[in-house]
């Protein structure tokens, strides 16, 4: 892990938990304690510019859960449940909870789960641009009604390692970033070489692979969770031009209502693409979780 890129003031640390190793950095030493979950095609290297914003005022987590980043890579039954265990069990070793949680993109799943199963590990619960199964993320897997392909690819046995691996670099930073119109100046030839050299790695791709197979089949599961367990935490929700679909799937699993914000001329990468514009926001819904009668 020597190659790996980072950031000033970041601490990188290796944790044995639940079966595996997860690979979490951590930034700034007073306040309470947050924690930053990626999406796809991410690590927690997506949050390099936004971690030193919260860290002046918070003690940040960025975790690559498994199957991503510089964690161990993850078998064919890894699902958004078993990485919740995953942050279940880093946020009991380490000691922190409960924490301000944010999750974005394919870790709302994650993110939903943890907060359903263990909310003494959440303080609350922040969305970023994220979908949940059984509540209309599958859709984004139809192509014939403006899904994406590569959905299947990764879900599909066999085929991230056979086709996905080898040509890391171009299908992160040729492809998939420009397919979603990131400009360079979010997402450079730095930042894709170092997500290529993780996704790259054997494995690389088995996280995002277990994920959107979950995706695809866990609707049934999150639906019943939903109806146990529904949010009884703080929830805000962050979204861009689709913010509307973020803010209803949280909806429709909280038992309260949710503080909904659009970001409005931001894409769907918000950490990456607008740090200096989430950061205040995320900073404002933390302080409401702790002072909801301010």
């Known amino acids: 892990m020597d190659d790996h890129a980072t950031i000033a003031g970041a601490r990188h640390q290796i944790t044995e938990v639940n079966g595996t190793r997860l690979h979490h950095v951590t930034a700034g030493d007073n306040g309470a304690p947050v924690l930053l979950v990626h999406g796809f095609p991410e690590t927690w290297w997506a949050f390099r510019r936004l971690i030193p914003l919260l860290a002046a005022s918070h003690r940040v987590h960025a975790v690559d859960l498994r199957g991503f980043g510089d964690s161990d890579v993850a078998d064919e039954s890894y699902s958004s449940a078993v990485a919740a265990e995953d942050l279940h069990a880093l946020v009991e070793h380490l000691g922190l909870g409960p924490v301000h949680l944010v999750g974005q993109d394919v870790s709302g799943g994650v993110v939903f789960r943890l907060a359903a199963t263990h909310p003494e590990d959440v303080a609350s619960l922040t969305v970023v641009e994220a979908g949940l199964a059984g509540f209309g993320a599958e859709g984004l897997a139809d192509v014939t009604h403006g899904g994406v392909w590569y959905i299947g690819a990764l879900a599909a046995p066999g085929v991230p390692r056979l086709l996905l691996e080898p040509r890391a670099r171009s299908f992160v930073g040729d492809y998939l970033y420009p397919l979603y119109g990131v400009p360079a100046a979010a997402v450079g030839p730095g ?28 609707g049934d599961e999150l639906r019943a969770l939903a109806k146990n367990s529904p949010l009884r935490l703080p929830v805000t929700t962050i979204g861009t031009s689709g913010g509307g679909f973020t803010q209803a799937t949280f909806q429709s699993v909280s038992a309260q209502e949710v503080t909904a914000v659009r970001l409005d001329g931001v894409g769907h990468y918000v950490a990456q693409e607008a740090p200096d514009r989430l950061a205040p926001l995320l ?9 909801p009668d301010a």
Request: glycine share 16%; charged share 20%.
């Open 191 to 218: 930042d894709v070489a170092e997500y290529a050299r993780t996704y790259g790695r054997p494995g690389g791709f088995s996280g995002a692979a277990g994920l959107y197979r979950g995706l695809l089949t866990e």
């Open 283 to 291: 900073l404002d819904a933390f302080a409401a979780a702790a002072h």
